[in-house]
């Protein structure tokens, strides 16, 4: 079944470092991909999508480009900061199918 | 602002008992969803509804039930609570869109429950 894969965390890092956290997906067809934000005692909101192949979806500095090829849909930003503390899930979806499926999640942590 | 409300951020419950977790959206989303998040395993869908009155299950629907009589609200229901259903509860909705759902889904806060 269709299924997603993120790299294990937590991932610290220290503010103004380069971001990259690992996602990859199994699905049949062209699913839609999805990156979440959870920040502390708070529900997920949505960071960015990419609906095909090569888009490339961005906001808050944070970007993830659509690879059909590698399956992939790596979440990078060029300088994090503390307040990115959080955690961040990858989640796809079938086109026609109301399921988001999530993978286990990354906690990221900044240091000052 | 688009808002998903769950009734309680915390509950303490006892095995047996019937818990009732209530979500309430005011967007007029035709899609409400129950999730339960658990360290390592990330979100597992329990339940959905696409409309009002109308469910599907989930990935682990075993030991819930959900209620949507009215559009705005959707209930999560243990029947009798267990040990292994202590964990943290996300409700979230959606707009029906033309490929059922390219859009956002919105959180509530989350409800976190203990079962002892």
């Known amino acids: 079944g269709d299924s997603v894969t993120q790299m294990e965390g937590p991932v610290t890092l220290s503010e103004e470092a380069f971001l990259t956290i690992n996602c990859t997906y199994t699905?049949?067809?062209?699913?839609?991909l999805f990156w979440y934000v959870q920040y502390p005692g708070e529900g997920l909101q949505l960071l960015l999508k990419a609906t095909k192949a090569d888009d490339k979806g961005s906001n808050k500095g944070f970007e993830a480009t659509y690879r059909k090829e590698t399956t992939s849909f790596h979440l990078e930003k060029g300088s994090v900061q503390v307040s990115d503390s959080a955690v961040y899930f990858c989640?796809?979806?079938?086109?026609?199918?109301?399921?988001?499926?999530f993978g286990s999640g990354t906690r990221l942590l900044v240091r000052p | 602002d688009v808002k998903v409300t769950q009734s309680s951020r915390y509950l303490v419950k006892r095995t047996g008992e019937k818990v009732f977790l209530e979500c309430v959206q005011d967007?007029?989303?035709?899609?409400m969803f129950w999730y339960r998040q658990d360290p390592g395993l990330g979100l597992r869908l329990i339940y959905f509804?696409?409309?009002?009155?109308?469910?599907e299950k989930g990935d682990i629907p075993e030991g819930y039930s959900v209620s949507r009589e009215k559009k705005e609200r959707f209930s999560l229901i243990l029947e009798s609570a267990s040990t292994n259903q202590t964990s943290m509860y996300l409700c979230?909705?959606?707009?029906?869109?033309?490929?059922?759902?390219?859009?956002?889904?919105?959180f509530g806060e989350g409800s976190r429950l203990t079962v002892l």
């Open positions: 699905a049949t067809g062209y699913p839609s």
């Open positions: 509804s696409y409309d009002v009155k109308m469910k």
């Open positions: 989640a796809l979806r079938r086109i026609s199918s109301y399921k988001l499926i």
């Open positions: 967007m007029d989303h035709e899609n």
């Open positions: 979230a909705s959606r707009k029906l869109a033309g490929d059922y759902g390219a859009g956002e889904l919105f």
